[in-house]
């Protein structure tokens, strides 16, 4: 559960985060110093869903090119070995 939530949710919600973040500190800047606050309904949504999904993209190839085994390793599944269950693995192909 813990990567589905870093590997998808956090980098697409990552721009909205800051951006919101953003006009948080700006709404308090303004009513300090005078002026017009942002308005988080009138956003650049589309951009930030944009930008959103290129992260999620990013981190999910990152992620498929970091793990995993080399080429022509073999999966051997999971059994059981003197009364414990032995979780499935990839290793070295066996000649």
């Known amino acids: 559960m813990t ?9 697409f919600l990552l721009p909205i985060a800051i951006y919101a973040g953003w006009v ?5 800047y303004v009513a300090r110093h005078g002026g017009e606050a942002p308005k988080f309904e009138q956003g650049p949504w589309p951009l930030l869903l944009f930008v ?3 992260l999620a993209f ?5 992620v498929a ?3 995993g085994e080399t080429a022509g390793s073999a ?8 009364g414990r269950i032995v979780p499935g ?3 070295p ?3």
Do not use: N
């Not at 999966?75 to 070995?81: D, G, M, V």
């Open 3 to 11: 990567r589905i939530v870093f590997t998808y949710l956090v980098p």
């Open 24 to 28: 948080w500190y700006r709404t308090g």
């Open 52 to 54: 959103g999904a290129v």
């Open 58 to 62: 990013a981190v999910m190839g990152t």
């Open 65 to 67: 090119m970091m793990q």
């Open 75 to 82: 999966y051997r599944p999971a059994h059981i070995e003197d």
């Open 89 to 91: 693995q990839l290793g």
């Open 93 to 95: 192909s066996e000649p």
